[in-house]
Protein backbone atom coordinates (compact mmCIF):
# COMPACT_ATOMS: atom_id res chain seq x y z
CA UNK A 1 0.00 0.00 0.00
CA UNK A 2 2.90 2.37 -0.41
CA UNK A 3 1.12 4.43 -2.93
CA UNK A 4 -1.93 5.08 -0.44
CA UNK A 5 -2.30 7.35 2.37
CA UNK A 6 -3.45 5.28 5.04
CA UNK A 7 -6.48 6.51 7.22
CA UNK A 8 -7.03 5.11 10.70
CA UNK A 9 -8.42 5.68 14.05
CA UNK A 10 -6.73 4.14 17.57
CA UNK A 11 -6.65 0.20 18.81
CA UNK A 12 -9.61 -1.08 19.48
CA UNK A 13 -11.74 1.14 17.28
CA UNK A 14 -14.65 2.54 18.15
CA UNK A 15 -17.43 4.62 16.48
CA UNK A 16 -15.58 7.41 16.12
CA UNK A 17 -12.02 6.13 15.08
CA UNK A 18 -13.93 3.63 12.30
CA UNK A 19 -16.41 6.73 10.73
CA UNK A 20 -13.60 9.20 10.89
CA UNK A 21 -11.86 7.54 9.21
CA UNK A 22 -14.13 6.90 6.28
CA UNK A 23 -15.49 10.94 6.53
CA UNK A 24 -11.78 11.93 6.18
CA UNK A 25 -11.21 9.63 3.35
CA UNK A 26 -14.14 11.17 1.65
CA UNK A 27 -12.69 15.00 2.26
CA UNK A 28 -9.32 14.40 1.18
CA UNK A 29 -10.57 12.70 -1.96
CA UNK A 30 -12.62 15.48 -2.65
CA UNK A 31 -9.99 17.77 -2.11
CA UNK A 32 -8.33 15.89 -4.78
CA UNK A 33 -6.45 12.96 -2.78
CA UNK A 34 -7.26 10.09 -5.00
CA UNK A 35 -5.16 7.80 -2.49
CA UNK A 36 -6.61 8.82 0.14
CA UNK A 37 -7.85 4.91 2.13
CA UNK A 38 -9.38 4.54 5.52
CA UNK A 39 -8.47 1.27 7.12
CA UNK A 40 -8.82 -0.22 11.12
CA UNK A 41 -6.83 -0.88 13.49
CA UNK A 42 -9.16 -3.91 14.66
CA UNK A 43 -12.52 -5.18 13.36
CA UNK A 44 -15.42 -3.02 14.06
CA UNK A 45 -17.80 -3.31 17.77
CA UNK A 46 -21.31 -3.97 17.47
CA UNK A 47 -22.24 -0.23 17.77
CA UNK A 48 -19.97 0.23 14.82
CA UNK A 49 -21.56 -2.57 12.89
CA UNK A 50 -25.16 -1.04 13.88
CA UNK A 51 -24.45 2.32 11.66
CA UNK A 52 -22.28 0.88 8.75
CA UNK A 53 -24.97 -1.74 8.68
CA UNK A 54 -27.67 1.65 8.63
CA UNK A 55 -25.53 3.29 5.84
CA UNK A 56 -24.93 0.48 4.02
CA UNK A 57 -21.05 0.70 4.35
CA UNK A 58 -18.43 -2.00 4.11
CA UNK A 59 -16.37 -1.89 7.47
CA UNK A 60 -12.68 -1.08 6.12
CA UNK A 61 -9.82 -3.36 5.99
CA UNK A 62 -7.90 -3.80 9.49
CA UNK A 63 -4.63 -3.37 9.05
CA UNK A 64 -1.76 -4.30 11.99
CA UNK A 65 1.56 -2.74 10.62
CA UNK A 66 2.97 -0.68 8.58
CA UNK A 67 5.90 -0.18 6.19
CA UNK A 68 9.16 2.08 6.89
CA UNK A 69 8.14 6.05 5.65
CA UNK A 70 3.98 4.54 4.76
CA UNK A 71 2.44 7.84 4.48
CA UNK A 72 -0.80 8.13 7.05
CA UNK A 73 -3.18 10.49 8.44
CA UNK A 74 -4.25 9.99 12.38
CA UNK A 75 -7.78 10.69 13.25
CA UNK A 76 -8.75 10.33 17.13
CA UNK A 77 -5.56 9.84 18.40
CA UNK A 78 -2.16 11.21 18.50
CA UNK A 79 -0.13 8.87 20.72
CA UNK A 80 2.09 6.45 19.31
CA UNK A 81 1.36 3.69 22.11
CA UNK A 82 -2.46 4.18 20.88
CA UNK A 83 -1.55 3.80 16.88
CA UNK A 84 -0.73 1.45 14.79
CA UNK A 85 2.99 -1.32 14.89
CA UNK A 86 5.68 0.74 13.48
CA UNK A 87 4.18 4.43 13.34
CA UNK A 88 7.52 5.61 14.74
CA UNK A 89 8.77 5.15 10.86
CA UNK A 90 5.55 6.22 9.36
CA UNK A 91 5.33 9.71 7.99
CA UNK A 92 2.69 11.61 9.29
CA UNK A 93 0.92 13.98 6.92
CA UNK A 94 -1.93 15.15 9.26
CA UNK A 95 -3.92 14.32 12.58
CA UNK A 96 -7.56 15.62 13.52
CA UNK A 97 -8.02 14.37 16.88
CA UNK A 98 -9.79 15.62 19.75
CA UNK A 99 -7.96 14.17 22.57
CA UNK A 100 -4.75 15.20 25.16
CA UNK A 101 -1.63 15.39 23.30
CA UNK A 102 1.60 13.60 23.12
CA UNK A 103 3.35 14.07 20.04
CA UNK A 104 6.68 14.48 18.33
CA UNK A 105 7.09 14.58 14.85
CA UNK A 106 10.55 15.97 13.17
CA UNK A 107 8.95 17.39 10.18
CA UNK A 108 6.02 19.95 9.67
CA UNK A 109 2.68 18.63 9.41
CA UNK A 110 -0.87 19.46 9.33
CA UNK A 111 -2.45 19.23 12.95
CA UNK A 112 -6.25 19.64 13.91
CA UNK A 113 -7.27 19.09 17.03
CA UNK A 114 -10.10 20.59 19.15
CA UNK A 115 -11.44 20.06 23.29
CA UNK A 116 -14.69 19.18 22.19
CA UNK A 117 -16.44 15.69 22.54
CA UNK A 118 -15.52 13.97 19.33
CA UNK A 119 -13.59 14.20 16.55
CA UNK A 120 -16.47 14.53 14.20
CA UNK A 121 -17.15 17.88 15.44
CA UNK A 122 -13.79 19.04 14.21
CA UNK A 123 -14.29 17.38 10.71
CA UNK A 124 -17.43 19.19 10.63
CA UNK A 125 -15.87 22.08 10.61
CA UNK A 126 -13.21 21.23 8.35
CA UNK A 127 -15.90 20.13 5.87
CA UNK A 128 -17.13 23.91 6.12
CA UNK A 129 -13.89 25.57 5.96
CA UNK A 130 -13.11 23.56 2.90
CA UNK A 131 -16.71 24.02 1.31
CA UNK A 132 -17.31 20.60 0.85
CA UNK A 133 -20.94 19.43 1.49
CA UNK A 134 -22.06 16.63 3.88
CA UNK A 135 -24.38 14.70 2.61
CA UNK A 136 -26.74 12.32 3.92
CA UNK A 137 -24.54 9.57 4.80
CA UNK A 138 -21.46 11.47 5.68
CA UNK A 139 -24.21 12.99 8.29
CA UNK A 140 -25.07 10.37 9.23
CA UNK A 141 -21.43 9.36 9.95
CA UNK A 142 -20.87 12.23 12.06
CA UNK A 143 -24.15 12.18 14.13
CA UNK A 144 -23.21 8.45 14.87
CA UNK A 145 -19.70 9.38 16.23
CA UNK A 146 -21.10 12.50 18.35
CA UNK A 147 -24.15 10.63 20.07
CA UNK A 148 -21.13 7.45 20.40
CA UNK A 149 -18.54 9.70 22.04
CA UNK A 150 -20.83 11.62 24.14
CA UNK A 151 -23.59 9.10 24.62
CA UNK A 152 -26.34 11.17 23.29
CA UNK A 153 -25.07 14.85 24.52
CA UNK A 154 -25.27 12.98 28.40
CA UNK A 155 -21.76 12.79 28.66
CA UNK A 156 -19.63 15.63 30.60
CA UNK A 157 -17.41 15.40 27.68
CA UNK A 158 -19.96 17.17 25.74
CA UNK A 159 -19.30 20.82 24.74
CA UNK A 160 -21.71 23.66 23.17
CA UNK A 161 -19.93 23.07 19.54
CA UNK A 162 -20.89 19.27 19.77
CA UNK A 163 -24.60 20.30 20.25
CA UNK A 164 -24.25 23.03 17.69
CA UNK A 165 -22.86 20.32 15.39
CA UNK A 166 -25.43 17.82 15.79
CA UNK A 167 -28.41 20.46 15.51
CA UNK A 168 -27.34 21.38 12.08
CA UNK A 169 -26.42 17.07 11.04
CA UNK A 170 -30.27 16.07 12.45
CA UNK A 171 -30.88 19.53 10.02
CA UNK A 172 -29.22 17.57 6.96
CA UNK A 173 -29.47 14.16 7.75
CA UNK A 174 -33.33 13.93 9.05
CA UNK A 175 -32.10 11.80 11.99
CA UNK A 176 -33.18 12.02 15.58
CA UNK A 177 -30.43 11.47 17.64
CA UNK A 178 -32.29 10.71 20.49
CA UNK A 179 -34.37 7.72 18.75
CA UNK A 180 -31.86 6.86 16.49
CA UNK A 181 -28.56 7.67 19.44
CA UNK A 182 -29.93 5.03 21.99
CA UNK A 183 -30.81 2.69 19.52
CA UNK A 184 -27.03 2.84 18.33
CA UNK A 185 -25.95 2.62 21.73
CA UNK A 186 -27.72 -0.30 23.09
CA UNK A 187 -26.58 -2.47 20.03
CA UNK A 188 -23.36 -1.95 21.19
CA UNK A 189 -24.16 -3.22 24.55
CA UNK A 190 -25.21 -6.61 23.01
CA UNK A 191 -21.62 -8.84 24.03
CA UNK A 192 -23.63 -12.29 24.12
CA UNK A 193 -21.13 -13.49 21.50
CA UNK A 194 -18.30 -12.40 22.86
CA UNK A 195 -15.33 -13.64 25.12
CA UNK A 196 -14.50 -12.00 28.16
CA UNK A 197 -11.20 -11.45 26.26
CA UNK A 198 -12.84 -9.91 23.54
CA UNK A 199 -15.18 -7.58 25.59
CA UNK A 200 -12.22 -6.37 27.61
CA UNK A 201 -10.89 -5.22 24.17
CA UNK A 202 -13.87 -3.50 22.72
CA UNK A 203 -12.75 -0.25 24.03
CA UNK A 204 -9.24 -0.69 26.05
CA UNK A 205 -6.79 1.91 26.16
CA UNK A 206 -3.58 1.78 27.27
CA UNK A 207 -1.54 4.87 28.91
CA UNK A 208 1.83 5.60 30.66
CA UNK A 209 2.68 7.80 33.11
CA UNK A 210 5.45 7.96 36.03
CA UNK A 211 6.71 4.73 34.52
CA UNK A 212 3.46 3.04 35.49
CA UNK A 213 1.63 1.65 32.62
CA UNK A 214 -2.05 0.87 32.58
CA UNK A 215 -4.82 0.47 30.82
CA UNK A 216 -8.50 1.42 31.06
CA UNK A 217 -11.13 -0.50 29.47
CA UNK A 218 -14.67 0.72 28.95
CA UNK A 219 -17.93 -1.20 27.89
CA UNK A 220 -21.36 0.39 27.70
CA UNK A 221 -24.18 -1.42 29.06
CA UNK A 222 -28.06 -1.40 29.51
CA UNK A 223 -27.85 -4.32 32.04
CA UNK A 224 -25.01 -4.14 35.01
CA UNK A 225 -25.95 -7.46 36.43
CA UNK A 226 -25.68 -9.35 33.05
CA UNK A 227 -21.78 -8.49 33.21
CA UNK A 228 -21.04 -9.18 37.08
CA UNK A 229 -22.68 -12.53 37.20
CA UNK A 230 -19.62 -13.38 34.97
CA UNK A 231 -17.58 -11.07 36.73
CA UNK A 232 -14.95 -14.10 37.52
CA UNK A 233 -14.11 -14.58 33.73
CA UNK A 234 -13.40 -11.19 33.39
CA UNK A 235 -10.81 -11.12 36.03
CA UNK A 236 -9.44 -14.13 34.77
CA UNK A 237 -9.45 -12.18 30.79
CA UNK A 238 -7.85 -9.35 32.84
CA UNK A 239 -4.72 -10.52 34.81
CA UNK A 240 -4.01 -12.08 31.71
CA UNK A 241 -3.97 -9.06 29.66
CA UNK A 242 -1.71 -7.33 32.79
CA UNK A 243 0.75 -10.35 32.35
CA UNK A 244 1.25 -10.38 28.84
CA UNK A 245 1.37 -6.19 28.57
CA UNK A 246 3.32 -5.97 31.73
CA UNK A 247 0.73 -3.62 32.92
CA UNK A 248 0.38 -2.19 36.74
CA UNK A 249 -3.13 -2.04 37.25
CA UNK A 250 -5.90 -2.75 34.72
CA UNK A 251 -9.43 -0.90 34.95
CA UNK A 252 -12.18 -2.13 33.78
CA UNK A 253 -15.27 -0.23 33.79
CA UNK A 254 -18.67 -1.36 32.60
CA UNK A 255 -20.93 1.68 32.02
CA UNK A 256 -24.74 2.12 32.24
CA UNK A 257 -26.19 4.15 29.57
CA UNK A 258 -29.52 3.58 31.23
CA UNK A 259 -28.77 5.28 34.61
CA UNK A 260 -25.57 7.02 33.70
CA UNK A 261 -23.43 5.03 36.60
CA UNK A 262 -20.20 2.91 35.85
CA UNK A 263 -19.26 0.00 38.07
CA UNK A 264 -15.72 -1.01 38.29
CA UNK A 265 -13.18 -3.86 38.34
CA UNK A 266 -9.85 -2.88 39.61
CA UNK A 267 -6.63 -5.89 39.15
CA UNK A 268 -2.83 -5.15 39.37
CA UNK A 269 -0.38 -4.36 41.97
CA UNK A 270 -0.81 -0.73 41.88
CA UNK A 271 -4.59 -1.42 41.94
CA UNK A 272 -4.51 0.65 45.23
CA UNK A 273 -3.82 4.01 43.00
CA UNK A 274 -7.04 3.57 41.69
CA UNK A 275 -9.12 3.52 45.27
CA UNK A 276 -6.97 6.47 46.52
CA UNK A 277 -7.98 8.04 43.74
CA UNK A 278 -11.73 7.82 43.49
CA UNK A 279 -11.38 7.77 47.82
CA UNK A 280 -13.19 4.39 47.72
CA UNK A 281 -12.32 0.90 49.04
CA UNK A 282 -12.78 -1.97 46.23
CA UNK A 283 -15.26 -4.92 47.61
CA UNK A 284 -14.55 -8.37 45.65
CA UNK A 285 -12.18 -5.95 43.42
CA UNK A 286 -15.22 -3.89 42.25
CA UNK A 287 -16.88 -0.24 42.96
CA UNK A 288 -19.79 1.62 41.57
CA UNK A 289 -18.91 5.02 40.41
CA UNK A 290 -21.90 7.24 40.52
CA UNK A 291 -22.69 9.47 37.47
CA UNK A 292 -19.59 8.28 36.16
CA UNK A 293 -19.85 7.76 32.58
CA UNK A 294 -16.54 9.26 30.73
CA UNK A 295 -13.09 7.93 30.82
CA UNK A 296 -11.64 10.88 29.22
CA UNK A 297 -13.04 13.54 32.13
CA UNK A 298 -13.99 11.16 34.92
CA UNK A 299 -11.64 8.33 35.05
CA UNK A 300 -8.65 9.14 33.54
CA UNK A 301 -7.79 12.18 35.30
CA UNK A 302 -8.04 11.38 38.78
CA UNK A 303 -5.62 8.34 38.53
CA UNK A 304 -3.32 10.97 36.33
CA UNK A 305 -3.28 12.82 39.21
CA UNK A 306 -2.64 10.29 41.93
CA UNK A 307 0.40 8.90 40.21
CA UNK A 308 1.88 12.61 39.92
CA UNK B 1 -1.92 38.94 35.07
CA UNK B 2 -3.82 36.25 36.15
CA UNK B 3 -7.04 37.17 34.64
CA UNK B 4 -5.32 37.54 31.06
CA UNK B 5 -4.57 35.04 28.24
CA UNK B 6 -1.06 35.83 27.18
CA UNK B 7 -0.08 35.57 23.94
CA UNK B 8 3.31 35.17 22.74
CA UNK B 9 6.04 33.53 20.44
CA UNK B 10 9.08 32.07 20.79
CA UNK B 11 12.11 33.92 22.56
CA UNK B 12 14.47 36.14 20.61
CA UNK B 13 11.11 36.96 19.14
CA UNK B 14 10.99 37.32 14.77
CA UNK B 15 8.57 39.22 12.80
CA UNK B 16 6.41 36.21 12.49
CA UNK B 17 6.51 35.77 16.67
CA UNK B 18 5.66 39.32 17.28
CA UNK B 19 2.90 39.94 14.56
CA UNK B 20 1.30 36.41 15.27
CA UNK B 21 0.64 37.15 19.01
CA UNK B 22 -1.01 40.93 17.94
CA UNK B 23 -2.85 38.99 14.80
CA UNK B 24 -4.15 36.01 17.39
CA UNK B 25 -5.38 38.72 19.81
CA UNK B 26 -7.29 40.77 17.64
CA UNK B 27 -9.32 37.77 16.56
CA UNK B 28 -9.43 36.23 19.84
CA UNK B 29 -11.14 39.97 21.30
CA UNK B 30 -13.43 39.62 17.90
CA UNK B 31 -14.61 36.28 19.00
CA UNK B 32 -15.33 37.12 22.42
CA UNK B 33 -11.98 36.96 24.76
CA UNK B 34 -12.03 40.11 25.91
CA UNK B 35 -9.05 39.24 28.12
CA UNK B 36 -6.34 38.07 25.04
CA UNK B 37 -3.20 40.40 25.24
CA UNK B 38 -0.26 39.74 23.07
CA UNK B 39 3.16 40.05 25.02
CA UNK B 40 6.32 38.77 23.49
CA UNK B 41 9.54 37.32 25.00
CA UNK B 42 12.25 39.74 24.08
CA UNK B 43 12.29 42.73 22.56
CA UNK B 44 11.60 43.42 18.94
CA UNK B 45 14.21 43.66 16.15
CA UNK B 46 14.99 45.89 13.80
CA UNK B 47 13.50 44.23 11.24
CA UNK B 48 10.00 43.85 12.87
CA UNK B 49 10.01 47.51 14.34
CA UNK B 50 10.35 48.58 10.88
CA UNK B 51 6.82 46.76 10.29
CA UNK B 52 5.44 48.21 14.04
CA UNK B 53 6.45 52.01 13.29
CA UNK B 54 4.98 51.46 9.95
CA UNK B 55 1.52 51.05 10.86
CA UNK B 56 1.98 52.92 14.26
CA UNK B 57 1.99 49.76 16.74
CA UNK B 58 3.19 49.95 20.03
CA UNK B 59 6.02 47.54 20.84
CA UNK B 60 3.90 44.40 23.28
CA UNK B 61 5.17 44.15 26.56
CA UNK B 62 8.01 42.04 26.94
CA UNK B 63 7.50 39.13 29.74
CA UNK B 64 10.34 36.90 30.93
CA UNK B 65 8.39 34.22 33.08
CA UNK B 66 4.94 33.46 33.76
CA UNK B 67 3.22 32.16 37.01
CA UNK B 68 1.85 28.25 37.99
CA UNK B 69 -1.82 28.14 36.05
CA UNK B 70 -0.84 30.83 33.76
CA UNK B 71 -3.99 30.97 30.39
CA UNK B 72 -1.78 31.31 27.30
CA UNK B 73 -1.71 30.87 23.83
CA UNK B 74 1.18 30.28 21.61
CA UNK B 75 1.69 31.39 18.04
CA UNK B 76 4.61 30.18 16.15
CA UNK B 77 6.47 27.69 18.49
CA UNK B 78 5.12 24.87 20.59
CA UNK B 79 8.20 23.10 21.78
CA UNK B 80 8.82 24.29 25.85
CA UNK B 81 12.61 24.82 25.23
CA UNK B 82 11.84 27.86 23.07
CA UNK B 83 8.95 28.99 25.54
CA UNK B 84 8.53 31.07 28.18
CA UNK B 85 9.96 30.34 31.42
CA UNK B 86 7.27 28.46 33.75
CA UNK B 87 5.60 27.27 30.44
CA UNK B 88 5.55 23.14 32.20
CA UNK B 89 3.36 24.51 34.57
CA UNK B 90 0.97 26.98 32.28
CA UNK B 91 -2.65 26.48 31.21
CA UNK B 92 -2.40 26.09 27.07
CA UNK B 93 -5.73 27.02 26.06
CA UNK B 94 -4.34 26.95 21.79
CA UNK B 95 -1.91 26.59 19.86
CA UNK B 96 -1.11 28.49 16.41
CA UNK B 97 2.16 27.17 14.44
CA UNK B 98 3.87 26.07 10.98
CA UNK B 99 6.91 24.19 12.88
CA UNK B 100 7.86 20.56 13.82
CA UNK B 101 6.35 19.49 16.96
CA UNK B 102 7.38 17.84 20.50
CA UNK B 103 4.41 18.78 21.99
CA UNK B 104 2.93 17.24 25.31
CA UNK B 105 -0.68 18.53 27.56
CA UNK B 106 -2.40 15.93 29.62
CA UNK B 107 -5.52 17.94 29.11
CA UNK B 108 -7.65 18.73 25.83
CA UNK B 109 -6.41 22.19 23.56
CA UNK B 110 -7.14 23.94 20.10
CA UNK B 111 -3.93 22.44 18.35
CA UNK B 112 -3.44 23.99 14.79
CA UNK B 113 -0.40 23.89 12.52
CA UNK B 114 0.18 23.47 8.74
CA UNK B 115 3.14 23.09 7.25
CA UNK B 116 3.42 25.72 5.48
CA UNK B 117 5.65 29.11 5.49
CA UNK B 118 4.67 31.52 8.00
CA UNK B 119 2.41 31.30 11.32
CA UNK B 120 0.19 34.07 9.60
CA UNK B 121 -0.96 31.98 6.36
CA UNK B 122 -2.64 29.81 9.12
CA UNK B 123 -4.15 32.79 10.77
CA UNK B 124 -5.42 34.07 7.48
CA UNK B 125 -7.28 31.22 7.17
CA UNK B 126 -8.90 31.39 10.64
CA UNK B 127 -10.06 34.67 10.00
CA UNK B 128 -11.81 33.38 7.16
CA UNK B 129 -12.92 30.29 8.39
CA UNK B 130 -14.48 32.36 11.59
CA UNK B 131 -15.68 35.07 9.60
CA UNK B 132 -13.38 38.11 11.21
CA UNK B 133 -12.24 40.69 8.79
CA UNK B 134 -8.66 41.23 7.61
CA UNK B 135 -8.31 45.09 7.65
CA UNK B 136 -5.25 46.80 6.41
CA UNK B 137 -3.45 46.46 9.55
CA UNK B 138 -4.65 43.06 10.46
CA UNK B 139 -3.51 41.90 6.53
CA UNK B 140 0.25 44.35 6.36
CA UNK B 141 0.37 42.65 10.11
CA UNK B 142 0.15 39.03 8.13
CA UNK B 143 2.08 40.20 4.73
CA UNK B 144 4.93 41.33 6.90
CA UNK B 145 5.62 38.22 8.58
CA UNK B 146 5.34 36.20 5.72
CA UNK B 147 7.61 38.45 3.83
CA UNK B 148 9.73 37.82 6.99
CA UNK B 149 9.56 33.72 7.38
CA UNK B 150 9.69 33.06 3.38
CA UNK B 151 12.41 35.95 2.74
CA UNK B 152 9.88 37.48 -0.03
CA UNK B 153 8.65 34.29 -1.28
CA UNK B 154 11.90 33.11 -2.28
CA UNK B 155 12.86 30.96 0.33
CA UNK B 156 11.95 26.51 -0.09
CA UNK B 157 10.33 27.28 3.06
CA UNK B 158 7.45 28.92 0.64
CA UNK B 159 4.56 26.91 -0.17
CA UNK B 160 1.54 27.53 -2.96
CA UNK B 161 -0.64 28.46 0.00
CA UNK B 162 1.41 30.95 1.24
CA UNK B 163 1.54 32.20 -2.14
CA UNK B 164 -1.94 32.22 -2.66
CA UNK B 165 -2.59 34.22 1.02
CA UNK B 166 -0.11 36.62 -0.11
CA UNK B 167 -2.26 37.66 -3.27
CA UNK B 168 -5.11 38.23 -1.27
CA UNK B 169 -3.13 39.96 0.92
CA UNK B 170 -1.95 42.54 -1.33
CA UNK B 171 -5.16 42.80 -3.15
CA UNK B 172 -6.86 43.76 0.80
CA UNK B 173 -3.78 45.95 1.44
CA UNK B 174 -2.40 47.86 -1.67
CA UNK B 175 1.06 46.62 -0.47
CA UNK B 176 3.25 45.50 -2.91
CA UNK B 177 5.42 42.58 -1.53
CA UNK B 178 8.80 42.87 -3.31
CA UNK B 179 8.82 46.39 -2.39
CA UNK B 180 7.74 46.42 0.77
CA UNK B 181 8.93 43.22 2.00
CA UNK B 182 12.54 44.37 0.53
CA UNK B 183 12.77 47.47 2.42
CA UNK B 184 11.19 46.02 5.51
CA UNK B 185 14.30 42.98 5.33
CA UNK B 186 16.78 45.73 4.58
CA UNK B 187 15.54 47.32 7.40
CA UNK B 188 16.85 44.09 9.67
CA UNK B 189 20.35 43.78 8.45
CA UNK B 190 20.99 46.73 10.33
CA UNK B 191 23.04 46.04 12.95
CA UNK B 192 25.29 48.68 13.62
CA UNK B 193 24.42 49.77 17.21
CA UNK B 194 24.19 46.12 18.18
CA UNK B 195 26.87 44.21 20.33
CA UNK B 196 28.10 40.99 18.73
CA UNK B 197 26.03 39.14 22.06
CA UNK B 198 23.01 40.88 20.77
CA UNK B 199 23.71 40.25 16.79
CA UNK B 200 23.79 36.39 17.67
CA UNK B 201 20.74 36.56 19.62
CA UNK B 202 18.57 38.54 17.43
CA UNK B 203 16.88 35.16 15.79
CA UNK B 204 18.45 32.67 17.86
CA UNK B 205 16.86 29.07 18.64
CA UNK B 206 17.55 25.79 20.92
CA UNK B 207 17.59 22.01 19.82
CA UNK B 208 17.95 19.15 21.73
CA UNK B 209 18.59 15.88 19.94
CA UNK B 210 19.92 12.72 21.01
CA UNK B 211 21.46 14.22 24.00
CA UNK B 212 23.24 17.18 22.34
CA UNK B 213 22.00 20.79 22.86
CA UNK B 214 22.77 23.13 20.40
CA UNK B 215 21.77 26.63 19.21
CA UNK B 216 21.20 27.63 15.49
CA UNK B 217 21.51 32.01 14.82
CA UNK B 218 20.78 33.25 12.00
CA UNK B 219 21.16 36.92 10.69
CA UNK B 220 20.03 38.33 7.59
CA UNK B 221 22.38 40.56 5.77
CA UNK B 222 22.85 42.75 2.70
CA UNK B 223 26.71 42.67 2.85
CA UNK B 224 28.33 39.89 4.34
CA UNK B 225 31.56 41.34 4.82
CA UNK B 226 30.40 44.28 7.13
CA UNK B 227 29.72 40.71 9.16
CA UNK B 228 33.19 39.02 8.86
CA UNK B 229 35.47 41.37 9.36
CA UNK B 230 34.35 41.43 12.93
CA UNK B 231 34.63 37.40 12.88
CA UNK B 232 36.64 37.22 16.24
CA UNK B 233 33.86 39.32 18.18
CA UNK B 234 31.11 36.52 16.81
CA UNK B 235 33.43 33.95 18.20
CA UNK B 236 33.87 35.10 21.61
CA UNK B 237 29.96 36.36 22.07
CA UNK B 238 29.24 32.60 20.76
CA UNK B 239 31.90 31.22 23.01
CA UNK B 240 30.55 32.69 25.99
CA UNK B 241 27.04 31.63 24.68
CA UNK B 242 28.24 27.47 24.65
CA UNK B 243 29.66 27.37 28.08
CA UNK B 244 26.99 29.68 29.73
CA UNK B 245 24.11 27.27 28.40
CA UNK B 246 26.36 24.20 28.41
CA UNK B 247 25.64 23.70 24.65
CA UNK B 248 27.80 20.96 22.85
CA UNK B 249 27.86 23.07 19.45
CA UNK B 250 26.59 26.82 17.40
CA UNK B 251 25.60 27.58 14.51
CA UNK B 252 25.87 31.27 13.64
CA UNK B 253 24.23 31.34 9.68
CA UNK B 254 24.73 34.78 8.34
CA UNK B 255 22.13 34.62 5.52
CA UNK B 256 22.64 37.23 2.31
CA UNK B 257 19.22 37.91 1.39
CA UNK B 258 20.44 39.34 -1.82
CA UNK B 259 22.40 36.44 -3.17
CA UNK B 260 20.61 33.56 -1.42
CA UNK B 261 23.21 32.27 0.37
CA UNK B 262 24.55 31.46 3.99
CA UNK B 263 27.82 31.66 5.21
CA UNK B 264 28.33 30.19 8.23
CA UNK B 265 30.24 29.87 11.89
CA UNK B 266 30.66 26.98 13.98
CA UNK B 267 31.99 26.13 17.49
CA UNK B 268 31.61 24.03 19.86
CA UNK B 269 33.00 20.31 20.54
CA UNK B 270 30.56 19.06 18.37
CA UNK B 271 31.12 21.00 15.88
CA UNK B 272 32.56 18.17 13.47
CA UNK B 273 28.64 17.11 13.36
CA UNK B 274 28.23 20.03 11.52
CA UNK B 275 30.99 19.88 8.57
CA UNK B 276 29.85 16.46 7.95
CA UNK B 277 26.08 17.27 8.10
CA UNK B 278 26.74 19.40 5.15
CA UNK B 279 29.98 17.34 3.98
CA UNK B 280 32.05 20.52 4.34
CA UNK B 281 35.30 21.30 5.94
CA UNK B 282 35.39 24.62 8.27
CA UNK B 283 38.12 26.85 6.95
CA UNK B 284 38.84 28.91 9.93
CA UNK B 285 35.63 27.96 11.73
CA UNK B 286 33.90 29.54 8.25
CA UNK B 287 32.02 27.79 5.59
CA UNK B 288 29.59 29.07 2.64
CA UNK B 289 26.69 27.29 1.74
CA UNK B 290 25.73 28.11 -1.52
CA UNK B 291 21.84 28.32 -2.10
CA UNK B 292 21.29 27.69 1.76
CA UNK B 293 18.66 30.65 3.20
CA UNK B 294 16.27 27.93 5.44
CA UNK B 295 17.42 27.15 9.10
CA UNK B 296 14.46 25.35 9.03
CA UNK B 297 14.39 23.51 5.40
CA UNK B 298 18.34 23.33 4.76
CA UNK B 299 20.12 24.22 7.99
CA UNK B 300 18.72 22.09 10.98
CA UNK B 301 17.68 18.58 8.80
CA UNK B 302 20.49 17.72 7.68
CA UNK B 303 22.32 18.17 11.90
CA UNK B 304 19.34 16.84 12.78
CA UNK B 305 19.89 13.22 10.31
CA UNK B 306 23.58 13.34 11.22
CA UNK B 307 22.65 13.09 14.82
CA UNK B 308 19.98 10.31 14.72
Redesign the interface.
Known amino acids: MDNKVLIFGHQSPDTDSITSAIVMENLERKLGNENAKAVSLGHINKETKFVLDYLGIEEPEVIERIEDNQEVILVDHNEATQSVENIANAKILKVVD ?19 GCTQTVLY ?1 MY ?2 YGVEVDKKIGTLMLSAIASDTLVLKSPTTTAEDIKVVKELEAITGVDINTYGVDMLKAGTDISEYTPEQVINIDSKLFEQANKKFKIAQVNTADLDSIFKNQSYFEQAINEDIEKEKLDFYVFAATDIVNSNSKIISLGNDSPVVEKAFGISMDNHTAMLENVVSRKKQILPPI ?1 DMLK
Chains 1, 2 share one sequence.
Do not use: C, D, G, N
Not at 104 to 115: H, K, V
Open positions: HHTMSFIAPYQLYYRAEPVKKEL
